[in-house]
Antibody, heavy 122, light 107 residues
Framework: EVQLVESGGGLVQPGGSLKLSCAAS????????MHWVRQASGKGLEWVGR??????????IYAASVKGRFTISRDDSKNTAYLQLNNLKTEDTAIYYC?????????????WGQGKLVTVSS | DIQMTQSPSSLSASVGDRVTITCRAS??????LAWFQQKPGKAPKSLIY???TLQSGVPSKFSGGGSGTYFTLTISSLQPEDFATYYC?????????FGQGTKLEIK
């Protein structure tokens, strides 16, 4: 069974930092790009960014709203993706989801973690 | 960036109805489109990818169609558990973009 489990959310002051983790199981993690998506309370889904696989040089790209402040990384030996959030603003308050597109017969599709709440407030 | 526009933004329907939600892209995205369902307080759930391919485990009452710039999600024989918010997302190019969502409510 494909599973994505996020950890690391919480309350942080404006200007602070936080690191989210997304632990994957049930598929070959190293073969899948990993995405992060967020959702502010009562709002729609906003794509944050993604990291590609080793075969694609672990290339990253970010939404304009977080570029230069957020960093996505991965550790294939730990089957885990990370989202480092720096210089946080109140408008970054949201639930953060990791997501993985999988192209394997029988389980192909897009999978989501359960989400982690990040609250930026003084 | 590619803009994704869903319509309607909200929709009232009755149990047993068949409904269709549309999603338009601001430029050609081929069939690189996914549909998600989200219930209050829950993570999104994937329904369809590649515009019309049902994700494993998703019932066949959900169907997707379209290509290029115009896409549809049809839900047949609505049941109480189908009332939720639905989002489309293009993955033809980065940044990936979502539609604003369609809230499906019970009439």
């Amino acid at each position: 069974e494909v599973q994505l489990v996020e950890s690391g959310g919480g309350l942080v002051q404006p200007g602070g930092s936080l690191k989210l983790s997304c632990a994957a199981s049930g598929f070959t993690f190293s073969d899948s790009p990993m995405h992060w998506v967020r959702q502010a309370s009562g709002k729609g889904l906003e794509w944050v960014g993604r990291i590609r696989t080793r075969a694609n040089n672990y290339a990253t790209i970010y939404a304009a709203s977080v570029k230069g402040r957020f960093t996505i990384s991965r550790d294939d030996s730990k089957n885990t993706a990370y989202l480092q959030l720096n210089n946080l603003k109140t408008e970054d308050t949201a639930i953060y989801y990791c997501s993985a597109p999988i192209a394997v017969t029988g389980i192909s599709g897009i999978y989501w973690g359960q989400g982690k709440l990040v609250t930026v407030s003084s | 960036d590619i803009q994704m526009t869903q319509s309607p933004s909200s929709l009232s329907a009755s149990v047993g109805d068949r409904v269709t939600i549309t999603c338009r892209a601001s430029q050609d995205i081929s069939n690189y489109l996914a549909w998600f369902q989200q219930k209050p307080g829950k993570a999104p759930k994937s329904l369809i990818y590649a515009a019309s391919t049902l994700q494993s485990g998703v019932p066949s009452k959900f169907s997707g169609g379209g290509s290029g710039t115009y896409f549809t999600l049809t839900i047949s024989s609505l049941q109480p558990e189908d009332f939720a918010t639905y989002y489309c997302q293009q993955y033809n190019s980065d940044p990936r973009t979502f539609g604003q969502g369609t809230k499906l409510e019970i009439k």
